[in-house]
């Protein structure tokens, strides 16, 4: 794994050997090992299913691993206190693909909820919050050119409007790391390439470390500098954006149908030369 | 079970006709029918109410109209102040209430509670403060707190948290969990993300439930001064009493018009917290045009200026002006209500000793009359259901606008309807009383005057909402008016018909234990007169058979629907 992937001195994000098994019994992660160092742009693929979200929920603590370690800014957030949690979560920006407004909250109070972590005890409204912060959520309705929409209620915006007023939330919290789940996925075309460009240029912007889930190959391989691929809860595909074309990535996707058609077949050789680079 | 399914099958060869597979639920379906049945046959021997004492019944009822009218407003004054007294008691009833229901919610609800013991505790203190009604609550207050407003209110409190409860629990648990989820990522705190994002989600819902609380509590609380418990019931009592029926019903009349006007202020409040935009109205009138105009533009200055407050739209004024009159009512209410603050607070331990000296109960001193109320309560419950759902079929019937097209019919109909249900049913009761004497006859006329006009309201609604697709098709058929009837239009309606009465069983049941705290038959005669004389280990027994009767009431009801479902 020590690759030119990761270029700098200590990695933002460290999981190590991290399995997670569901009370239902499904096996959602399966050893997985990977660090990340700042500043990376990362794309994670894979069907549904294949525990894309599970990993992305364990970085910031909303899911805790069954065996494994997962270490975020050196915290090791499997065995975190509450507050040491609340403190990664600060700095850990994430965006859903169902974007987890409050429906009947203002965009404004959408936005300033994202401010909670600095804030020490509960706030319901508007005027609970400090002017400073309400200028400073104002700022960022206007970056992602929503500041018109303050004070209407969430739920009267579309797909594409709400999920900006959930990136305006992310900036609020001014995160190191942005995990974003599929954050286009339940939008149309056009307004999923206009949230995607939005949500990228932000982060570069204020030089985030961003972990992003994507169903458009072409998409991730645009912009992304490393591709991680999973496939049953394991990594099967790491590599350099740069030197991978579209049908590489693409078999991830493929090879998994094959496989589940032909049960029989015991590993594919061609699956081999990326396990091995996965292990080596 | 599988013999239940493969038995019709075998049988199906031999017949000619194949039966429907039956499960055993509809088995016990049928057997609960023929429960029922049994029931109300029993029940009619038991009470022995020939349609000769009904008819002699309603003489007597005619002598007293005569009697009352015309109605003498020389009292108002008395009346007014009492009235007012029951608006407080209504108020602060509710109010504390959902405040102590707030935090059991939070409890028992699944998404929320803080772990299972605690889950646990709370749903049993929901379920159970719904066991004992408010009047028999009431009553047993007064023991340590006497005469006066303040047992009241604390029974209509503490007998709300039952239903208030259960609906804010229900309330909490629909909502949504991505937003949860996605303020917690923020790293806010518990605390910080359940009001960030649970609160605004329940707070419509508990705000409707509190309103269609304060509703119900309204009527119960004009006839707490049955029991003494404060309001405006005991003046009618008094009038009637002395017979001064005149003095009385304009009491009544009085009772009527508050609880009427607060309903329709109510619904109208809750329509417009409940529906999601207060200010899209389906009408457009110039009004409301140039109000949107105005939210529109406050709504834009606002955006452009950068205020950090928002806008005053009309539908935040709305608002905040309805918290400001809450909040003046409920400090006058406090203020102005006739409790003794200060002494009151001392009253915690004569309540713990009072209650105390209700156990261990006493079965036996009364027994056989004990036996013979529980007889008499179900019966009760059993006839009024019945002869109420009897008559609110044509009742029904005829106030549905899509089956008699007359509209002077269904028009005269709903408002005979309407005008019934607005009074309590105890006070209703109290009148019948009044004219008939002592007795489980006229408890059972007021609660089948209840139960038909509520049914004759459902029935009606639903008939009204009977698809018309089917009833076209059969009319296509070339069928009468009456066929046309009987084969599209009732069929749709039976199963909420079933469910409604079963409903109804439960309330009446319910009602019929505190009947005969007014003289109207039942087991709440005997409570009354074990209070008078301060018998109180009998009086600990009859709260313990009242809740008994009113929680296995529940249970079954339970089953049951759950039977049709």
Not at chain 2, 212 to 241: C, K, M, P, T
């Amino acid at each position: 794994m020590t690759t030119v992937l990761s270029g700098g001195a200590d990695p933002l994000i460290s999981l190590t050997g991290v399995s997670k098994r569901f009370p239902n019994g499904t096996l959602a992660l399966d050893n997985v090992s990977m660090t990340v160092p700042k500043g990376q742009l990362l794309s994670l693929i894979g069907l549904s299913g294949s525990g894309k979200s599970t990993l992305m929920r364990h970085l910031n603590g909303l899911h805790k691993p069954t065996a494994g370690t997962v270490k975020v800014f050196g915290v090791e957030v499997s065995s975190a206190s509450s507050k040491q949690l609340r403190d990664v979560r600060r700095n850990v920006g994430f965006v859903f693909q169902q974007f987890g407004l409050v429906g009947r909250a203002t965009c404004l109070e959408n936005v300033l909820s994202g401010a909670l972590g600095r804030l020490r005890g509960p706030r319901y409204g508007v005027w609970s919050y400090p002017r400073t912060l309400r200028r400073e959520a104002f700022d960022h309705l206007e970056r992602v050119g929503l500041a018109p929409q303050a004070y209407q209620r969430a739920d009267t915006l579309s797909g594409g409007q709400m999920q900006r007023v959930a990136i305006a939330r992310t900036i609020m919290q001014q995160p190191q790391l942005l995990l974003a789940d599929e954050p286009v996925a339940s939008l149309d075309p056009e307004s999923s390439a206009q949230v995607l460009e939005l949500l990228l240029k932000v982060a570069t912007e204020d030089k985030m470390t961003v972990i992003v889930t994507l169903h458009q190959v072409e998409l991730a391989l645009g912009w992304a500098h490393r591709i991680v691929g999973l496939r049953d809860g394991r990594v099967v595909l790491d590599q350099d954006a740069r030197g991978l074309s579209q049908t590489d990535v693409m078999e991830v996707y493929r090879r998994v149908d094959r496989e589940s058609e032909l049960l029989a077949t015991p590993s594919t050789p061609a699956a081999a030369p990326i396990t091995e680079r996965q292990r080596a | 079970m599988t013999a239940a399914h493969v038995e019709p099958l075998a049988r199906a060869a031999g017949n000619k006709l194949p039966r429907a597979p039956r499960k055993w639920q509809s088995k016990a379906l049928l057997a609960v029918f023929v429960a029922y049945v049994v029931g109300v046959v029993w029940s009619w021997m038991y009470i022995d109410m020939t349609l000769l004492t009904l008819f002699g019944g309603f003489t007597e009822l005619w002598n007293l109209v005569v009697d009352m009218v015309p109605p003498n407003f020389d009292n108002m004054r008395v009346v007014l102040k009492a009235t007012v007294e029951t608006i407080w008691m209504a108020l602060i009833g509710t109010t504390a209430c959902v405040v102590l229901s707030i935090p059991l919610a939070f409890m028992a609800a699944r998404n929320t509670t803080p772990n299972p013991v605690v889950f646990a505790v709370a749903r049993a203190i929901i379920t159970l403060t719904r066991a004992l009604p408010t009047l028999v609550l009431a009553a047993v207050l007064t023991l340590p707190l006497g005469i006066g407003p303040l047992p009241g209110l604390l029974a209509l409190a503490i007998h709300s948290i039952g239903m208030v409860g259960k609906l804010f629990t229900e309330a909490v648990e629909n909502t949504e969990a991505m937003s949860r989820e996605a303020v917690t990522s923020t790293g806010a705190g518990k605390w910080q993300t359940v009001l960030a994002t649970l609160v605004p989600q329940v707070t419509p819902s508990f705000i409707g439930t509190a309103l269609y609380r304060l509703d119900i509590n309204l009527r119960e609380s004009a006839v707490l001064g049955f029991v003494g418990a404060g309001g405006v019931g005991f003046v009618v009592q008094q009038h009637l009493r002395s017979l001064d029926y005149q003095r009385a019903i304009a009491a009544v009349g009085v009772i009527f018009v508050v609880i009427t006007l607060i309903e329709v202020v109510s619904t109208r409040l809750r329509a417009s917290i409940i529906g999601d935009h207060l200010s899209s109205p389906t009408k457009k009138t110039p009004r409301t045009m140039a109000r949107e105009r105005r939210d529109h533009r406050l709504l834009v200055d606002a955006v452009t200026t950068r205020r950090l407050t928002p806008p005053w739209t009309y539908e935040r004024l709305v608002r905040a002006s309805a918290g400001v009159i809450y909040l003046v009512l409920i400090v006058v209410a406090f203020a102005t209500i006739d409790i003794p603050y200060l002494s009151a607070l001392g009253l915690g331990d004569e309540v713990i000793d009072s209650f105390g000296r209700l156990f261990p109960p006493d079965f036996t001193t009364a027994g056989p009359e004990l036996w013979q109320g529980i007889r008499e309560t179900v019966a009760i419950g059993f006839i009024a259901t019945t002869l109420g759902l009897v008559i609110s079929v044509p009742l029904g019937i005829l106030s549905a606008r899509n089956i008699v097209v007359n509209r002077f019919v269904y028009g005269t109909t709903r408002l005979f309807m309407l005008a019934l249900r607005g009074l309590p049913e105890l006070i209703v009761a109290v009148l019948f009383v009044a004219a008939m004497g002592l007795g489980p006859v006229p408890g059972t006329l007021a609660l089948t005057v209840g139960t038909a006009t509520f049914m004759a309201k459902l029935i009606g609604d639903a008939l009204e909402e009977v698809s018309p697709e089917p009833r076209e098709a059969v009319f296509a058929t070339g069928a009468s008016r009456a066929q046309e009837f009987v084969t599209s239009v009732i069929p749709q309606a039976l199963p909420n018909l079933v469910s409604q009465t079963l409903y109804m069983l439960d309330v009446n049941l319910r009602s019929s234990t505190v009947l005969g705290i007014i003289g109207g038959g039942g087991i709440g005669f005997l409570l009354l007169s074990a209070l008078r004389v301060l018998q109180e280990p009998t009086v600990g027994a009859i709260v313990i058979v009242i809740f008994v009767i009113v929680y296995s009431i529940e249970l079954i009801g339970t089953f049951v629907r759950w039977l049709v479902e």
